[in-house]
T-cell receptor, first 120, second 117 residues
Framework: NAGVTQTPKFQVLKTGQSMTLQCAQD?????MYWYRQDPGMGLRLIYY???????DKGEVPNGYNVSRLNKREFSLRLESAAPSQTSVYFC???????????????????FGPGTRLTVL | AQTVTQSQPEMSVQEAETVTLSCTYD???????LFWYKQPPSRQMILVIR??????QNATENRFSVNFQKAAKSFSLKISDSQLGDTAMYFC??????????????FGKGTKLTVNP
């Protein structure tokens, strides 16, 4: 049981290049998330997927696209990387679908180890 | 929109002593959760403790406890008997929108804690 895995762990890109960050979870979770962490800024939500086949924007979605490939995998794509996208990227997953009417239960988010991305 | 504020960018404490990290938040919701996450140099995000807003009793997990003041929107973390392994970034986080919303976490900017031998 690996939990949440991310590839690659490190990546250096040149401005304008594209790449896809991969995330997979083996906990059969419905919901998955992408965050970025910048120095002095904490973690900020980029996109999330409540369930297979759905995706929604978070706080900082500009410059990114996501794909929920299946229940296990949620990828983050940078079409044309910019230096402002230099950051550490975290993927997370949780048990239940958000947005359930009347739901008041908490579902812990489990985080992957992160990908350190540098855009030159 | 919810906001989470951690006013202490850095703190230090001697091994075996007690330290308190501060967190305040702003929300109009009545039902929500609050969390403290630890991020050691390995970068892994580790859940330390959580508090449900409708519970008046403060959460406790071994050496970690919180002081939750709902009216003041304050959620501080106390670490007792500090250990060298407690050296890490600590993030306060808020999760709301639990009725028909989405379970998104909003993080503070973090407090870097150093435990000195």
């Amino acid at each position: 049981n690996a939990g949440v895995t991310q590839t690659p762990k490190f990546q250096v890109l040149k401005t304008g290049q594209s790449m896809t960050l991969q995330c997979a979870q083996d906990m059969n979770h419905n919901s998955m998330y992408w965050y970025r962490q910048d120095p002095g800024m904490g973690l900020r939500l980029i996109y999330y997927s409540a369930s297979e086949g759905t995706t929604d924007k978070g706080e900082v979605p500009n410059g990114y696209n996501v794909s929920r490939l299946n229940k296990r995998e949620f990828s983050l794509r940078l079409e044309s990387a910019a230096p402002s996208q230099t950051s550490v990227y975290f993927c997370a997953s949780s048990e239940a679908s958000p947005g359930l009417a009347g739901s008041s239960s908490y579902n812990e988010q489990f985080f992957g180890p992160g990908t350190r991305l540098t855009v030159l | 929109a919810q906001t989470v504020t951690q006013s202490q960018p850095e703190m230090s404490v001697q091994e075996a002593e007690t330290v308190t990290l501060s967190c305040t938040y702003d929300t109009s919701e009545s039902n929500y959760y609050l969390f403290w996450y630890k991020q050691p140099p390995s970068r892994q995000m580790i859940l330390v403790i959580r508090q449900e807003a409708y519970k008046q009793q403060n959460a406790t997990e071994n050496r970690f406890s919180v002081n939750f003041q709902k009216a003041a929107k304050s959620f501080s973390l106390k670490i007792s008997d500090s250990q060298l392994g407690d050296t890490a970034m600590y993030f306060c986080a808020f999760m709301g929108g639990l009725r028909g919303g989405s379970e998104k976490l909003v993080f503070g900017k973090g407090t870097k804690l150093t435990v000195n031998p």
